[in-house]
Nanobody, 123 residues
């Protein structure tokens, strides 16, 4: 089984930056798609960014130009670099992984999830 552990969440002021990391354990990490979702209490998880096995990246429109997803397969780690943060970015951010190598925007299509890390952006 795959386990995902996020880190890097915290509180920042609007316009600030924050970087999240997710360390994955699993034999087939190098060929899995990885992604980030975020969730506000009471709402469904929404797709934020994903990176496929070929390093192609996908983003939610509202984070384009502000967030960057990357991965280091040698370290079994996926990153989410966030800049120019806005209050509406406040959420619990979850790392996700899929057995297939393609990115999927729907949460139910992902196979593994981290516990989440809180990101709070103040005005």
């Amino acid at each position: 089984q795959v386990q995902l552990v996020e880190s890097g969440g915290g509180a920042v002021q609007a316009g600030g930056s924050l970087s999240l990391s997710c360390v994955a354990s699993g034999r087939y990490f190098n060929i899995r798609a990885m992604g980030w979702f975020r969730q506000v209490s009471g709402n469904q998880r929404e797709f934020v960014a994903g990176i496929n096995s070929g390093l192609g990246t996908y983003y939610k429109d509202s984070v384009l130009g502000r967030f960057t997803i990357s991965r280091d397969n040698a370290k079994n780690t996926v990153y989410l670099q966030m800049s120019n943060l806005k209050p509406e970015d406040t959420a619990v951010y979850h790392c996700a992984a899929r057995n297939p190598g393609s990115v999927e925007q729907f949460a139910h299509a992902w196979d593994y999830w981290g516990q989440g890390t809180q990101v709070t952006v103040s005005s």
